[in-house]
Every structure is written in C-alpha cells, then in structure tokens.
C-alpha cells in the first residue's frame, strides 16, 4: 500500500511559480509511475503530466508543456511539480497519483492552486 500527500498549493500571481510536491511512503519500492492531475469544480480532473517512478521518462498535456515540470528526489521519495509561467486557467485542485507494479493506483487529497492578480 502505498500513500500520498500533496503539498505547495497557494494563491499567485499570473506569471508567477509554484513548486507542488508529492510525498510517497509506504510500498514506494513497487511504484511504476506517477502522474499529476487537476480538476476543477464542474469539471472532469484532466490528467497535465506522468514520469516513471525512476525519473528517466516523462510526459506532458499539452496545456501545461514547456511551462511545467516533473522532478523526482529518490531520496524522500518525493516528486515535485514546478509550474511557472502560471494563468488564471490554471487554477484548479491538483493531484497526484501512483501507479504500481501490478497497477494499483493511490491518490492524495489534493491541493489547491490559485492564479489570481
């Protein structure tokens, strides 16, 4: 079983950066990949980005490319998501999710992000 916290929401500015991380713990030896999604209310949760739990492979929506970017410290077995150049439609909840080996997934709470002036 693996379990996952979110952290780093806040309120910013447009044009201005935010750093979300996402703390495993647990089984984090069988983890394949994570993701990072976002919803907001109304809204079906859109997933922005994923990497493999190694870090070696990643991939964006196009939505947030060039602007947002995954990290991983194996150390803490924590993932970070580094959104600069953030807009108004970015504001959303933001999630992360693991995926296993064998696929079994695990969702944080959330965090809220909001780009306001």
């Known amino acids: 079983q693996v379990q996952v916290v979110e952290s780093g929401g806040g309120l910013v500015q447009p044009g201005g950066s935010l750093r979300l991380s996402c703390a495993a713990s647990?089984?984090?030896?069988?983890?394949?990949?994570v993701g990072w999604y976002r919803q907001v209310p109304g809204k079906e949760r859109e997933w922005i980005a994923r990497?493999?739990?190694?870090?070696?492979?990643?991939t964006y929506a196009d939505s947030v490319k060039g602007r947002f970017t995954i990290s991983r410290d194996g150390t803490r077995n924590t993932v970070y998501l580094q959104m600069n150049s953030l807009k108004p439609e970015d504001t959303a909840v933001y999630y992360c999710?693991?995926?296993?080996?064998?696929?079994?997934?695990?969702w944080g709470r959330g965090t809220q992000v909001t780009v306001s002036s």
């Open positions: 647990g089984s984090v030896f069988s983890l394949y990949s």
């Open positions: 999710s693991t995926i296993a080996i064998g696929g079994s997934t695990s």
């Open positions: 990497s493999s739990w190694s870090g070696d492979s990643t």
